[in-house]
């Protein structure tokens, strides 16, 4: 009886609010060099909040969202085709980030005694998860295409097999990406193991809320939820400290102008903002908010895990991306959420340890509004 009630009431909320945003697709989006078929989704919805996906790297290839005008531009950077993707052009965006994001320091671990010995793609460093088959670069498989939390999306997968990329395990990662009436664009990734291994996953997508390819985004207001941050070395490597924000160029506890103390960082090996901030245990209600002062478009930051990176395009060089635009230096902010940089060799940082019989769970979602 009570059953049936609340199946019910259930069914009448449902009736009374139904989810205007659709999802379409797939359709074709190219070939990579070896020939794979790279499919593209549309998700839409009743603010005229379009999200493009592929399936090449589980990818946002573009978001497109009102101004305060009500005027419609893709702030994402990305390129046109899958060659654009495959190219040295391609610094990860808007693709879902692993094994491991981030750096691991000098390409090594120790797990239960054993060493690990990962790529070194970023001198003299481990980056985001190796060079052939690290999950920006393969093709996932579509699972699912439909309603997902309160909007709707698809659901990737993928299964890289024991030892790739040099990783101990088995891993099969999901990761849903949906968007919903109120403008949310929620990402959530699941992996599981049959060995113990790290995993840190993340979504690459480097924002300019006033349009990819505009200027650099050293006037767009920021604001993270941390008190503190990992400092790094000249190679961005955690020094193994977590250090207080306050009164150094540092602190965005309060809104502030990415570019106003961004100088004193150009002659670092970050050469602006690339650094991981701490997030304060009240960042599951808000984590970072965006906001480009001439647009007026504002994009904020909600997630479950215990880092952001914040990296300011300080590597752009004025490649050509979507629609021939020019993505010149630091024309671009990644917001990146996770687990702390390195933690594989950081005894003091939280554990990025999966287990068999565990599942690594992460949400993030990016709403974006105007004002
Ligand atoms: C990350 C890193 C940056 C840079 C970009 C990709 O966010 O922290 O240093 O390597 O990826 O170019």
Redesign the pocket.
Known sequence: MLARLFIAVFGVILMTSPIAAQVEGPKPFGKTADGTAVETYTLKNKNGVIVKLITLGAAITEINVPDRAGKVANVVLGFDDVAGYQSDRN??FGCTVGRVA??IAKGKFTLDGKEYKLAIN?EPNH??GGIKKSLDKVVWKKEYVGKIGTGVGVQFSHRSPDGEEGYPGKIDVDVWISLDDENRLEIRYAAETNMKTPVNLTN?SYFNLAGAGADTVLDHGLMLNADRYVPVDKT?IPTGKLDAVKGTIMDFTKPMRIGDRIEKLYDTG?KGY?HCYVLNKAATRLAARLRDPKSGRVMTVTTDQPGI?L?TGN?LFGQKGKDGKEYKLRSAV?L?TGALPDAVNQPAFPSIILRPGETYRHACIYAFSAE
Do not use: M, S
Request: hydrophobic share 25%; net charge negative; proline share 0%.
């Open positions: 610094q990860y981030n750096r970023n980056l985001h690459h961005l970050a690339d990176q990296y590597f990644c990146e």
